[in-house]
């Protein structure tokens, strides 16, 4: 009995094992630029804010490649950092990219539920709303309005940031 249950948990570590193994082999495979993952946290390390964490590795791989990878955990994160290929994938290639993985709750915050975090369905329909919107003739127009009101948040800060220095 008790050969059983050690074979079991031998088993089930050796796969559990080779899983992460693959999972960090992940753009090994696909021949992408990254930094060797280390279990449990991946290529995380410490108490650093993601925004950091992202920072270091474009600052390090920004000049190698036009895309680079990371591990959070065991998950895989892709970087582009080429402008054209960016703007492929977020305007010519859009319909295929458009489930990103992005955190968002539509009930409790729902500013958060926007164009780049929602998916499937509900990023299609809104997709189809909101592109009438943003035609080039429609953005010339705006361009004006968005610039006086952004002169004018601009004044207002200024206002603040004055009176909090004192």
Not at 56 to 75: E, L, M, P, Q
Not at 120 to 129: C, I, L, S, T, V
Request: with cysteine; hydrophobic share 45%; charged share 25%.
């Amino acid at each position: 009995m008790a050969f059983k249950i050690i074979s079991i948990l031998l088993a089930v570590f050796t796969l559990t094992y080779l899983w992460i193994q693959r999972r960090y082999s992940f753009f090994a495979r696909l021949g992408v630029l990254h930094d060797k993952p280390k279990f449990p946290l991946g290529n995380v390390r410490g108490k650093v804010h993601p925004a950091e964490i992202f920072k270091g590795f474009y600052d390090k791989f920004c000049r190698k490649a036009t895309a680079f990878g990371f591990y959070t955990f065991i998950n895989p994160i892709f970087v582009i950092t080429d402008l054209d290929l960016i703007k492929d994938v977020l305007i010519r290639d859009f319909e295929a990219f458009h489930n990103r993985g992005a955190f968002y709750n539509k009930k409790d915050d729902p500013l958060s539920a926007h164009l780049l975090t929602i998916e499937d369905q509900e990023w299609k329909d809104m997709r189809k709303k909101l592109t009438p919107t943003f035609t080039s003739g429609k953005m010339r127009m705006y361009f004006s309005t968005l610039l006086e009101v952004s002169d004018r948040m601009i004044e207002k800060l200024k206002k603040i940031v004055t009176i909090l220095l004192k």
